[in-house]
């Protein structure tokens, strides 16, 4: 059973991989259409061997070490990160049983907030003034709207009445959690925005200030292995916010569509909105999002408590 445990998390993991490599390549089709212009569309049908080519680029080039860097946290930073990103994937519900376990919301919280030190590390490890305010910014976002996502997520839980993801997709059988809490799934995708670093809320890669942010001195595999954890965490945010507001299975087409769907939201956005300023990102997670996620709180608290005197 632990051999086969073993072997569905490498295939799952594998899986991701690939999904990230082309996810890449979606992000910048629509981002060329976008900005009327085609995206990559030389190498193999419509460029899609272009992710391949950027990953043999990547890799093949010369690793640069910067002399004042602390080299073992600075090598490292990029390896953990990724593995951060992929262990995550464990807590996926599939019906099969092999990958599941009973407290894997609890797991996923936990594994998210071990990816602010990575970003924190790779920052301060680099020894450059740019890396170091990217890393500060990043932790200081990640760590503000982790509250309101762990809020949401524990409204949830109240409502399922389980630590367990697979019980949301039990729960969603006949209705959307969507249709049931709609402020609150805008609250949770604008989260998971901020939590991914992505646009309109990239302080942590802002280039027109911290010329690449955290991972200014990065190049070839540091930067290719920064660059997948990132789009893993996209696609596992992708996979949480479809499962939870979404409903169905793991097993089925249809969920894996609005995966997809949730994903190019994310470019969609990136293609469409500003950068942020700094202080209303603050303002935002802490006088919007803050309130919102305790006062749904409550209401599901109130809601379940009604009902179980009401089954007495």
Do not use: H
């Not at 990547?58 to 690793?63: G, I, N, R, V």
């Not at 680099?126 to 762990?150: F, M, W």
């Amino acid at each position: 059973m632990t051999s086969l445990m073993i072997v569905s998390y490498i295939i799952l993991i594998i899986c991701v991989l690939v999904a990230v490599a082309f996810v890449t390549l979606l992000e910048r089709k629509i981002l060329g259409y976008i900005q009327i212009r085609k995206g990559p569309n030389k190498l193999g049908f419509m460029g899609l061997l272009q992710p391949f080519a950027d990953a043999v680029k990547l890799f093949t080039k010369e690793q640069t070490y910067p002399m004042m860097s602390n080299f073992l946290p600075y090598y490292l930073s990029p390896v953990f990160g990724l593995f951060v990103s992929l262990i995550v994937w464990s807590v996926s519900p599939y019906d099969l049983g092999f990958i599941n376990f009973n407290m894997s919301v609890l797991f996923f919280l936990c594994c998210t907030s071990l990816g602010v030190y990575t970003t924190m590390s790779a920052g301060w490890s680099s020894n450059s003034k740019y890396s170091l305010l990217g890393s500060l910014r990043a932790v200081a976002q990640t760590i503000s709207y982790e509250v309101s996502l762990a809020l949401i997520l524990l409204s949830f839980i109240f409502l399922v009445g389980s630590f367990d993801l697979f019980m949301f997709s039990c729960f969603q059988q006949y209705i959307w959690l969507i249709w049931l809490a709609f402020p609150l799934g805008m609250v949770r995708f604008v989260s998971c925005l901020a939590e991914t670093n992505r646009t309109p809320f990239d302080f942590a890669e802002g280039e027109s200030e911290l010329v690449s942010g955290f991972n200014t001195e990065y190049s070839s595999g540091g930067f290719a292995l920064i660059f997948m954890a990132e789009y893993a965490s996209i696609l596992f945010m992708s996979m949480l916010f479809a499962l939870m507001f979404l409903g169905g299975s793991l097993n089925s087409v249809g969920f894996y569509i609005k995966m997809v769907v949730v994903a190019f939201s994310f470019v969609w956005i990136r293609g469409t909105l500003p950068r942020f300023r700094y202080d209303k990102l603050m303002y935002l997670s802490w006088k919007s999002f803050l309130p919102v996620s305790l006062d749904y709180l409550i209401f599901f608290m109130g809601l379940k408590y009604i009902c179980f005197v009401m089954i007495l």
